[in-house]
């Protein structure tokens, strides 16, 4: 129900905005960019998402079919099953979802692009075959889409490149404040779902688990910013997520003969259902982009980042950051938008990409991933109609990291 309701509301503020645009600021291009947004947005969502994606889907079911059968996915579900069962107790012990969940969350921690989508999308299936109510999200699916949508990296490989691309002086300087701002999103994010189902987060386990990560990323953390140059990084990350992208099929593949099965049709049997997902999910993502689309272009968020400002200057404190957060608020809408707008305040003419503004909208663009565009997608491919409160506390995740890239950019640069 609030999908429907975000949704309508994107066309009536587009409409009202235009109007008012037309009426009392004579602008006569004001409708024309909402349509042309419509017809651009749709195009994108079939020609550059859904039919590229097929060949993506493809492979990565047939890839993760083979090591189902080949007991790898069992053996993932055993090494995070105790912390995995009690943040999703509604998963059966031993079942397939829990090493799914566990190759989604890597995929994605690591920056593997290519492989994070198709994934996810596997472990949404897996999470759908055990939910009671095929069209309503159920906790699991609530709590795996908010953690998604904390867009949790450890090499915001992307961002540093763009950041080289416009001449920093130093393009890893926000490397940290982004693992900050995103690591905050998530554990926001999940404590708050599981303050909402009732989850108790004072488990051993869950303490264990939480505490163990926290640890991995500081040390982590602190090994790439005082023995690693800037070079090293970014050829650390290249190895690692090409050969970590090729390691995991050659894997599946092993273990597959190992236990004497057909790899080749077994693949070909899990890859059938690649291109059918990706069809299904086109109405959603023609719905969802076509109405960000309009809402994005009908000005509104230009209106919204000045009456942010007033409000911040009569409360007697720093506007600095105001110029950057058409990012933050781009983000949960657009992936494209808000690296667009990052790209815009890190150019000369503007900001620059060592100002302060031009470093914390490329942490805000690291510190969380687009909850809208995910909900359309993932919801979309197992048929979810009803999201529950998945959107509200996506969005609180996205709050928590934006407030912590706030906080961390004044912490780093704020002189």
Known sequence: MALNYIWVGFFIVAFLFALIRLIFLGDTDAFRS????????????????????AGAMTFWLGIMKVGEKAGAIN???????????????????????????????????????????PLGLKAMDSLQEINPEKETASNAQIMFLVLLTSGMQLLPVTIIAQRAVMHSADPTDVFIPCIIATYASAVIGMIAVAIKQKINLFDKVIVAWLGGVTLFITVFVWYFTTHLTKEQISTFSKITSNLLLFLVPVAFIIGGLIKKINVFEVFIDGAKGGFETSIKIIPYLVAMLVGISVFKNCGALG????????????????????????????????????????????????????????????????????????VALYFGAVGIKKSRYAIPFGLIADLAGIIAAIFVAYLFFGK
Request: aromatic share 12%; with cysteine; proline share 6%.
């Open 75 to 117: 053996f993932l579900s055993r090494i995070v099953g105790s912390f995995f069962r009690r943040i999703f107790p509604e998963i059966p012990k031993g079942h397939p979802a829990m090493g799914n969940l566990m190759m989604s969350f890597s995929a994605n921690l690591l920056g593997l692009t290519n492989a994070a989508t």
């Open 303 to 374: 209106y919204m980042n000045e009456g942010l400002r007033w409000i911040v200057s009569h409360l007697g404190l720093d506007t600095r950051f105001v110029d950057a957060m058409p990012v933050a608020y781009m983000k949960p809408l657009s992936g494209s938008g808000s690296r667009a707008m990052m790209i815009t305040l890190m150019e000369p003419k503007n900001f620059g990409p060592d100002s302060f503004v031009g470093r914390l909208g490329c942490i805000f663009n690291g510190s969380a991933d687009t909850t809208f565009y995910i």
């Open 34 to 53: 909402l349509v042309d947004g419509i017809f651009s947005s749709s195009q994108t969502s079939v020609m550059d998402i859904a039919l590229p994606l």
